[in-house]
């Protein structure tokens, strides 16, 4: 049975006034017309009593090849349409200059009832988006950790000055 629970880091970078979230694209045949409601924070399952900020690093690293910042914000939790819980946390950074997508792959029987199996990238784009955009590009439920993580970025702005 697959995991009900899955754990992500939303990656924010600031350019001037504007903020700009990474959202990565899923890889695979269903996904490969979708665009607007389909993209996601990187994220992946967590399995029985497994640490989630810890399997929120590992399938970052997974799907975009790189370490992310170890100071996070907690963004909370969501569930999605499809039943499955997602813990969230934040964190401000930027793609590496020489940023090339490297996800882990999955297998799928491809065509449906085919008999043969094929690769696919668990993500096959990932982008920067400012907020509007990635709140109409992102899974729905989870524009809740946009918004929260906007809400807390605004008070420390106020907090701060």
Do not use: C
Request: proline share 6%.
């Amino acid at each position: 049975m697959r995991s009900k629970i899955s754990a992500g880091l939303l990656m924010f970078r600031k350019n001037g006034a504007t903020v700009e979230i990474l959202l990565v694209h899923p890889g695979g045949p269903y996904f490969q017309k979708k665009d607007d409601g389909a993209w996601s924070i990187p994220k992946g399952e967590a399995g029985d009593g497994e640490d989630l900020l810890t399997r929120a690093r590992i399938e970052f690293k997974e799907e975009l090849g790189f370490v992310p910042s170890d100071s996070t914000i907690e963004l909370g939790t969501v569930k999605q349409k499809g039943g499955k819980t997602v813990h969230a946390w934040a964190f401000e950074g930027d793609l590496p200059r020489d940023f090339e997508l490297k996800s882990n792959t999955f297998d799928l029987e491809w065509p449906p009832r085919s008999g043969k199996m094929q690769t696919f990238p668990e993500a096959d784009k990932a982008a920067f988006f400012p907020v509007d955009e990635a709140k109409r590009k992102m899974n729905i439920a989870q524009v809740f950790f946009l918004d929260r993580l906007v809400t807390i970025l605004e008070q420390t702005e106020r907090d701060s000055s």
